[in-house]
């Protein structure tokens, strides 16, 4: 009888303290999606960890090597820029500013 008090004052402690620090194991994500260009539609996700682009149902990291690829993906040309280095550019910077605005959501949310 000792034994099963014993027990149970563990698991009562034990579920207690599980409540009590709030562990929560789903992380808060938060996505904003933007038409790049003509009928080009991208979604910038960010988390608590890292954050992401998803085109076309494509996951794209947030490293110069992916976004470089995303825009390559997206094919977007602007009749005003010089070059297609320059339209390239111009789609991260664009791609780079919906992330911020995803990201700047998922801080007013907590």
């Known amino acids: 009888m000792k034994r ?3 027990y149970l004052s563990l698991l009562i402690l034990g579920t207690f303290i599980s409540l009590a620090t709030d562990c929560d194991m789903n992380s808060l994500e938060q996505c904003e999606q933007d038409e790049i260009c003509a009928g080009k539609f991208v979604s910038a996700c960010c988390n608590e960890v890292e954050c992401y682009y998803m085109y076309n149902g494509k996951k794209y990291n947030d490293d110069a090597e992916s976004l470089a690829q995303l825009a390559r993906d997206l094919g977007c040309t602007f009749t005003g820029m010089a070059d297609y280095e320059t339209d390239i550019q111009d ?6 500013a919906l992330k911020e605005f995803a990201k700047s959501n998922l801080i007013e949310s907590y």
């Open 91 to 96: 789609l991260i910077l664009r791609l780079k």
């Open 4 to 6: 099963a008090t014993f």
